[in-house]
Structures are given as C-alpha cells and as structure tokens.
C-alpha cells in the first residue's frame, strides 16, 4: 500500500481529486468522514489528512511515503525529500511588500516581518542586505502598520488584502505552486509505483 500525505484543506480537495483522475479514487474521501486515515477499497492507496506545514515531515520520517506540498513549506523547512513534480495547483507567490509611498533607508537594517524567516534571510542574503528578522506566525500586514517592521515577506495571492491595508508589493521574491514530493527510502522500494503515479498525473498536469 502507498501511503500518500494531503494537505488539509481546498488545496488537499483539488490534489484528492487529480489523484482520483489517475485512478487512485477513495469512496471515505467523498464521504462526510472525519478520519484522517482513509484507505481505498483496493488496498493500493492511504490518504493521510495532515496540516499543510507537515506534510513535507510526515513524508521526510517515513510516515508517508509520497505528498503534496506547497514549494513556499519545502524552501522555508528544507526537508530532506525528493521533489518529483510540479502540479501547477495552489499558484501564488513569495514577495515583498510595504507601506504604500516607503522609502527604504539603506543605511540601517531592513526590518522584515514574516513567517518564513529561512526564506527571507537567504532572498536578502543574496541581495547582500542587512536585515532584522521579526517572526510573526499571522496578521503579518499589522506589523508595517504598526511600525513594528518596514516591510514584509509573505504569500500573496491575489494582492487584495495588501491593497485593504495600504501596502504593496515591493519586490517579487519566488513563484509558489503545489509540488509533489517523496520519500527517499520509499523511492527505492515503491519505485515502480510511484514513478508510474508521476507520469500518469504529468500527463494530467502537462496535457
């Protein structure tokens, strides 16, 4: 049996619903059941219900062997797994953004709120700019409003509820998309499953 890791959520209904396109259909997942265990009739498949932020763990240990993560959890956890396909689902991005009108002073510390301090250190790394972290894990738009930070670096979607709060987008940092991921050891014994799960949803994804 493979044992597949989904993320809780529309994004997890979306990704149920490519993997019952491919034929990996699951009656208890179409049902109002509350378990988070749920196995197909067939025994081919388990899917295992998970917080978005923990699937890449569940999958790294061992619990499952492959799962879908957004790529925003993989780079801020850097979990030791095989990325193995980009599903083109949950399309946002990773960017900067700030009061509108701010004029950053380059001769002190940029102040960066976000929950995603490892993504944002190695983007001004890069940049060669000095910063000041300030960890947040919601709210994120209150800390410029507050003064608490200068900017902030965070998932953006449609940018609506940066506009509600008088900020904007500053500088485009990375693109974010559902990929799937899998287990190392697991893609040595359940090679020819998986590998065969890959194409069959490439097909999906790509066609």
């Given at each position: 049996?493979?044992?597949?890791?989904?993320?809780?959520?529309?994004?997890?209904?979306?990704?149920?619903?490519?993997?019952?396109?491919?034929?990996?259909?699951?009656?208890?997942?179409?049902?109002?059941?509350?378990?988070?265990?749920?196995?197909?009739?067939?025994?081919?498949?388990?899917?295992?219900?998970?917080?978005?932020?923990?699937?890449?763990?569940?999958?790294?240990?061992?619990?499952?062997?492959?799962?879908?993560?957004?790529?925003?959890?993989?780079?801020?956890?850097?979990?030791?797994?095989?990325?193995?396909?980009?599903?083109?689902?949950?399309?946002?991005?990773?960017?900067?953004?700030?009061?509108?009108?701010?004029?950053?002073?380059?001769?002190?510390?940029?102040?960066?709120?976000?929950?995603?301090?490892?993504?944002?250190?190695?983007?001004?790394?890069?940049?060669?700019?000095?910063?000041?972290?300030?960890?947040?894990n919601g709210s994120i738009e209150l800390a410029p409003l507050l003064?608490?930070?200068?900017?902030?670096?965070?998932?953006?979607?449609?940018?609506?509820?940066?506009?509600?709060?008088?900020?904007?987008?500053?500088?485009?940092?990375?693109?974010?998309?559902?990929?799937?991921?899998?287990?190392?050891?697991?893609?040595?014994?359940?090679?020819?499953?998986?590998?065969?799960?890959?194409?069959?949803?490439?097909?999906?994804?790509?066609?």
């Open positions: 049996m493979l044992n597949i890791a989904l993320p809780k959520g529309r994004l997890g209904d979306k990704v149920y619903r490519l993997f019952k396109d491919i034929g990996y259909d699951c009656s208890a997942m179409e049902s109002d059941d509350r378990r988070l265990v749920l196995c197909d009739p067939g025994g081919e498949v388990s899917y295992l219900l998970v917080k978005p932020s923990d699937v890449a763990i569940y999958v790294e240990h061992g619990a499952a062997d492959i799962g879908v993560v957004g790529k925003d959890v993989l780079l801020e956890g850097g979990n030791d797994v095989y990325e193995l396909l980009d599903l083109n689902l949950g399309k946002c991005r990773m960017a900067e953004a700030a009061p509108v009108g701010f004029r950053e002073d380059a001769q002190r510390p940029l102040r960066v709120a976000t929950k995603y301090p490892n993504i944002a250190k190695r983007f001004y790394g890069e940049l060669s700019r000095e910063i000041e972290i300030i960890k947040l003064k608490l930070s200068d900017v902030i670096v965070d998932i953006v979607e449609t940018g609506t509820t940066l506009k509600q709060n008088h900020l904007e987008v500053t500088r485009e940092i990375l693109p974010i998309s559902a990929r799937l991921i899998a287990n190392k050891a697991a893609m040595k014994f359940k090679d020819a499953q998986i590998r065969d799960i890959v194409e069959k949803l490439k097909s999906k994804v790509e066609g």
